[in-house]
């Protein structure tokens, strides 16, 4: 069988979720990928056979998106080119991780995907809502990557063809413990937008996750890392607590440990405002803007009691059975 999947690298979550699959979708048969938008910082060891400049997210300095950025790079002409372009009629099965350039390929080319992924979860009215509902959000999430088929991924079974996350293997088999460090993702934030509030907590250790770091290095409470899943995993595992986006992969895998988090919604991104709702029913502490007692908040948020419900990691060998039987229906 030949596997079409198609990755939307507007963030690190979707290249992370390709790369645990992988090995689970080569029992079926060849798989090629393609790469659209680069947002993603991941170092990858996926055989991209095709890439995109695609649609990429471009955020403001501190925790929202820039709208005008993100218009102003995106070429109409170019994504319908390399969408006619897809030789999609060679393959099998097509899968789409919320790809716009995929699924307008499939309708150019009169082919049919699946739909995999986060996003796919939104299909379903029952999937969490923030309390104002955005007509534009809504409509991205609608019509950006349609497909007729979907199965969605997220916190909990809210629709019949949603199914729990993908954890990468490393958690699962990990034995987490609690070195009292607090590990920070937010890819939305330039440095000097937190650092003061962190370094004005010194009794609190952070390990603070940048794109613009190279090597690791430590001053005073805060060690700053690259990129790097590995290094991310191991850090993820030991902490006491993450503060993080509205995503979806690290909340997940971060509850799955029994880790504390706190989340930090990219302003004016609707999926992640969706996310933060979910995360709010799960008891999850969810804070809107990192403003000048953001260190006091972290503080509060340390010493809170929280429990949450246990997450489940998703049966992948199941599930991609569920995917293949899908496509063919």
């Not at 534009?136 to 497909?147: D, F, N, R, T, V």
């Not at 909340?251 to 799955?256: D, K, R």
């Amino acid at each position: 069988m030949k596997i079409f999947y198609a990755i939307q690298a507007t963030g690190n979550g979707h290249i992370s979720r390709a790369m645990q699959l992988y090995p689970y979708l080569q029992k079926f048969g060849t798989v090629d990928f393609f790469l659209s938008g680069n947002n993603a910082t991941l170092d990858n060891k996926l055989p991209i056979k095709y890439r995109s400049k695609g649609c990429s997210l471009h955020y403001s300095k501190c925790g929202g998106l820039n709208y005008w950025d993100i218009v102003k790079n995106i070429r109409p002409r170019q994504i319908y080119k390399d969408a006619d372009s897809l030789p999609l009629k060679e393959y099998d099965i097509i899968i789409n991780d919320f790809d716009s350039i995929t699924s307008l390929g499939c309708k150019m080319q009169k082919l049919h995907s699946v739909q995999f992924g986060h996003q796919a979860s939104f299909i379903s009215q029952h999937t969490p809502r923030p309390t104002k509902k955005s007509i534009m959000g809504e409509m991205i999430l609608k019509y950006y990557a349609p497909s007729p088929k979907n199965i969605g991924l997220h916190f909990e079974k809210y629709d019949s063809f949603i199914l729990p996350p993908i954890i990468k293997e490393e958690i699962i088999e990990s034995q987490p413990i609690n070195l009292k460090h607090i590990t920070i993702y937010l890819p939305s934030f330039d440095k000097d937008c937190l650092e003061k509030a962190f370094r004005s907590i010194p009794d609190i250790q952070f390990h603070w996750f940048l794109n613009t770091v190279e090597q690791q290095h430590t001053i005073g409470n805060i060690t700053y890392f690259p990129v790097n899943q590995t290094k991310f995993n191991k850090s993820l595992i030991n902490c006491e607590g993450i503060i993080t986006g509205g995503g979806f992969e690290t909340p997940s895998e971060a509850l799955y440990l029994g880790k504390k988090v706190l989340s930090i919604p990219v302003r004016n991104h609707y999926e992640q405002e969706c996310n933060a709702a979910a995360l709010k029913k799960l008891g999850v502490p969810v804070v809107y803007e990192a403003g000048p007692d953001f260190n006091t908040i972290i503080e509060n948020w340390i010493n809170l009691d929280l429990k949450y419900p246990k997450i489940e990691a998703n049966n992948i060998p199941e599930t991609l059975e569920y995917l293949f039987d899908t496509y063919r229906d």
